[in-house]
């Protein structure tokens, strides 16, 4: 698969990520074969987080990798910290970050993490907290390189204050159905819906800062309420991605993730299916560009107005 670089960072990961929040729905078989293939396919980016399936995802996955230094090795690994569910609170104490590292790595059976991500911002975050967390994590070996999750600008600014590692990666809901983040951009001045700051321009932001934006949700229409593709409630979107796929000769779905990566931001989606043929048509994206008339054809499929 077509790789870039994450962020600042010299790491070389693909273009798609293969997040793993439901692999807990799989039985052993069934887990095995999606990491296997997903490594055949050059997919070797899993995205994880300490609170999905309450940890046992990532113990599952470890065990369907069969991890070893040899598995190890080929793989990107990427997790998340940061939400106490048990508590009901977000928590970017050092204590908390350095715990709960320690229990990621012991879940996933590995010495390191590739890319630790802060979950969800914490309302009481000190700074100094996370820097010092980040600078040991750092020196003992077991985090390789940091970034955010869901944080505008301004929290990743008041991050920056402390911590001196580059933020390489800042994960954010988008698809096209949940794209104010692009279309505010088009709505300067405009008295409308659209034109409202909703993330303190995050995408400019992190292209400006070479931080890579990773779209979770990439196929949903709100918080959670459901996928967009062959919904009846998309008419419009899904003739027009349909008539692309035909187009292309791809499936729906590869044009969905199609339309992301043709963002000059750089973007690297995480998928959330545990099919592998629908992990496939994900990946074979990565070898369609969209022309710019057909990806404002699919943003205006949505539903996004321009003025």
């Not at 598995?71 to 997790?79: A, F, N, T």
């Not at 003992?140 to 990743?156: A, D, L």
């Not at 229409?221 to 991605?241: Q, T």
Request: charged share 25%.
């Amino acid at each position: 698969m077509r790789t870039m670089k994450l962020g600042t960072s010299t790491l070389d990961v693909p273009v798609i990520a293969v997040g793993c929040m439901r692999i807990n729905e799989l039985d052993r078989a069934g887990a095995e074969r999606f990491v296997q293939q997903s490594m055949e396919m050059g997919a070797n980016f899993f995205d994880h987080a300490d609170i999905y399936g309450g940890g046992e995802c990532e113990r599952i996955f470890a065990d369907a990798a069969g991890m070893s230094s040899s598995v190890r090795e080929r793989m990107i690994l990427q997790s998340k910290c940061g939400i106490r569910v048990d508590l009901g609170m977000f928590d970017f104490s050092r204590e908390h970050i350095l715990a709960s590292v320690d229990g990621i790595l012991e879940r996933l059976r590995t010495d390191y993490l590739d890319v630790l991500l802060l979950h969800r911002p914490d309302a009481l975050v000190e700074p100094d907290e996370v820097a010092a967390a980040f600078d040991q994590l750092e020196r003992e070996g077991k985090v390789r390189h940091f970034g955010v999750s869901n944080q505008t600008p301004m929290q990743i600014e008041l991050l920056k204050k402390s911590v001196r590692q580059p933020l390489v990666a800042n994960q954010l809901q988008l698809s096209v159905t949940n794209a104010t983040m692009i279309t505010r951009g088009f709505n300067v001045n405009m008295e409308n819906d659209s034109a409202v700051d909703r993330d303190g321009g995050v995408l400019d932001y992190c292209r400006l800062h070479d931080i890579t934006v990773q779209p979770w949700s990439p196929f949903q229409f709100g918080f959670f309420e459901g996928v967009f593709l062959d919904n009846p409630k998309f008419p419009e979107l899904n003739a027009v991605i349909d008539q692309l796929a035909g187009q292309y000769g791809v499936s729906n779905t590869t044009i969905a993730i199609a339309w992301l990566l043709r963002h000059p931001a750089h973007m690297q989606p995480v998928t959330g299916t545990t099919k592998v043929e629908r992990l496939r048509d994900c990946a074979r994206a990565a070898d369609v560009n969209l022309t710019r008339q057909e990806w404002y054809a699919v943003l205006r499929a949505a539903g996004n107005t321009l003025p």
